[in-house]
């Protein structure tokens, strides 16, 4: 299996503040790679270094075999890679159907505006949005704006998708909802790297799973080997028990 | 195609008509005036909201494209005796150029850092032209009057520079609507709604905003020679009239951003409050009411920032929904 994205001693800097450390990792095509870590651990930094909203102070991005490290977002989406945003970031004053064609006419495939919307419908019904086409963005609740998220970055047709957080804020039957739909996405061939706090979700669909802790790797490994590794029950799931629950609790 | 069957599209375009060609079938001179700049004013409003209602960008100083395409035109005309044709195309060709190297400058900016840059250009600009020799510098260009003897003489030139803005004003809207309704248009939307966003879903957003900045400074350009062209002088106060660009985003606001009826709806009602209070003999005191007539400006600005940010058409559109299958 060829390796999609590699991430080679990354390290960003906010002014004093060490936001990444000689952050290292492979995905290879086709996996589910689960990111956790406590709060302000990174996550997200991490997600906007690969995707090129903030440049790299060190280190080096490959991507789909190019080194991509400093480019515009927009040319990565280019590329192919594709993200949702932990802090819903709709189009408000366009519809749902609008919002979606953005994703098909300007990411990785630049269908023009008649085949847009076709894909758009398409995404809609498979994300479970398609009654809500014609609403306007802003008039949709905090879950139906996560699958907007998913949607927008689907119709893209990925080859990477990065998930921050999209089980957040979300109830049981949502968050069953949406795994469902991860996985469906990933069985389409989609490789996934996903922000997630929620436990039970994150180790049931990732292949493996790495954390950071601080702006540094501090593990990596498949979710049994993490949920019981001792410096991650430390660093972040606390109690050893919880960490044998999760683990018990998998389907 | 099937963009072409909205009726938005067609009540605006026959508005639109409808205006440029009561002079035309009544001949009569003076409504041509009148109607000369309100069409002036809603070509302007329909391009600047390419840059402000589309894309989300306020151009407080667009009134700059209008002065130099205007300076140019005259210069060519004085100068060089270009035909008319050939200086409108010569305006709005600089007003591309000045917009095009903008864009790549100023269009970094966001919010109000750009709206106050464009106000900086303005004024740079104008300083310039007062100080460049070759446009006249303080006391600007003036036409002689053999100029107009090859369009049939001043009567006929005015005829033929009126035509020639009924011409860019319907071309102003289908323009605008085919922006609208383009895949461009929905990158423009997108910048406007979430910039960041927008990069990341792959719109490359350094060009296409410089390009709807272009797009938007093309016609000013060209109407400024017309304007000129029919004045028979130009000077760099009368160019550079900052308070222009300011009516004409009042204007947009009125009618509503982002819409293709709103800049025009908004142009129309403001040109007939604005001649309701020059020629009135009403006094406020001693004062008469048509000194009024900025300050009056700037409350209805004021008051539909507060109350009705989406202006009428977008007020509509939002608060009776079947509107918007008619009103585009």
């Known amino acids: 299996m060829s390796v999609l994205l590699q991430v080679h001693e990354v390290t960003k800097r906010f002014g004093g503040l060490q936001a990444l450390t000689q952050v290292s990792f492979d995905l290879p095509e086709g996996q589910i790679l689960g990111l956790i870590g406590p709060n302000g651990a990174g996550k997200t930094t991490l997600f906007n270094t690969i995707n090129g909203v903030y440049k790299p102070d060190g280190g080096r991005i490959t991507f789909r075999g190019q080194d991509v490290t400093g480019k515009k977002p927009y040319y990565l989406a280019k590329m192919g890679m594709a993200r949702t945003h ?101 069985d389409q061939g989609v490789t996934i790297l996903m922000i997630e706090h929620v436990m039970k979700a994150i180790m049931n669909v990732s292949d493996r799973i790495i954390v950071l802790d601080y702006g540094q790797l501090i593990a990596e490994g498949t979710p049994q080997e993490i949920a019981s590794n001792q410096r991650v029950i430390e660093a972040y799931l606390g109690d050893p028990r919880m960490a044998e629950q999760l683990m018990e609790e998998q389907v | 195609m099937k963009q072409w069957l909205h009726p938005g599209f067609w009540i605006t375009f026959v508005i639109v008509l409808a205006l440029g060609l009561a002079p035309i079938v009544t001949q009569n001179a003076s409504i041509r005036e009148v109607m000369f700049t309100i069409l002036l004013a809603i070509s302007m409003a329909v391009s600047l909201n390419i840059i402000l209602g589309y894309t989300g960008y306020v151009s407080f100083g667009h009134v700059v494209f209008f002065g130099l395409g205007g300076y140019l035109g005259m210069y060519l005309i004085d100068s060089w005796k270009a035909s008319l044709p050939l200086a409108v195309l010569g305006g709005g060709a600089i007003a591309a150029l000045l917009a095009l190297a903008l864009g790549a400058s100023i269009l970094r900016l966001r919010g109000a850092y750009f709206a106050l840059a464009t106000i900086g250009i303005n004024e740079a600009a104008r300083t310039f032209v007062a100080n460049f020799e070759p446009f006249g510098g303080p006391t600007g260009i003036e036409l002689h009057f053999s100029v107009y003897r090859d369009y049939g003489g001043p009567a006929q030139a005015l005829w033929i520079a009126y035509y020639a803005v009924v011409g860019i004003t319907l071309f102003a809207i289908v323009f605008s609507y085919l922006i609208k309704t383009s895949k461009f248009g929905l990158g423009l939307m997108s910048i406007r709604e979430d910039e960041d966003a927008a990069e990341v879903m792959g719109i490359v957003t350094p060009r296409a905003k410089t390009l709807a900045f272009v797009f938007s400074a093309v016609l000013p350009g060209m109407l400024g020679v017309l304007f000129f062209f029919k004045n028979g002088n130009v000077e760099p106060g009368d160019a550079f009239r900052l308070h222009f660009s300011i009516e004409t985003l009042v204007m947009i606001m009125l009618g509503g951003q982002g819409t293709l009826l709103g800049p025009v709806l908004g142009a129309l009602g403001y040109q007939r409050l604005r001649g309701l209070l020059l020629t009135s003999d009403v006094k406020i005191g001693t004062l008469p009411l048509k000194d009024f007539q900025l300050v009056i400006s700037g409350i209805l600005l004021l008051i539909i920032v507060l109350f009705i940010p989406a202006g009428l058409v977008g007020w509509l559109r939002r608060r009776f929904a079947p509107l918007r299958r008619v009103l585009a």
């Open chain 1, 86 to 186: 932990q802090i819903v970031r709709p189009l408000n004053d366009l519809t749902v159907r609008e919002n979606v064609m953005v994703g098909a006419c300007f990411g990785h495939e630049n269908r023009p505006l008649h085949e847009a919307r076709a894909i758009a419908d398409e995404v809609l019904a498979f994300v479970g949005l398609d009654a809500r086409a014609d609403q306007l963005a802003g008039s949709l609740n905090i879950a139906q704006k996560k699958r907007l998220e998913m949607a927008r970055a689907l119709a893209a047709r990925p080859h990477l998708l990065l998930l921050d957080e999209v089980l957040a804020g979300l109830n049981p039957a949502e968050i069953d909802g949406m795994v469902q739909t991860i996985l469906k996405i990933r």
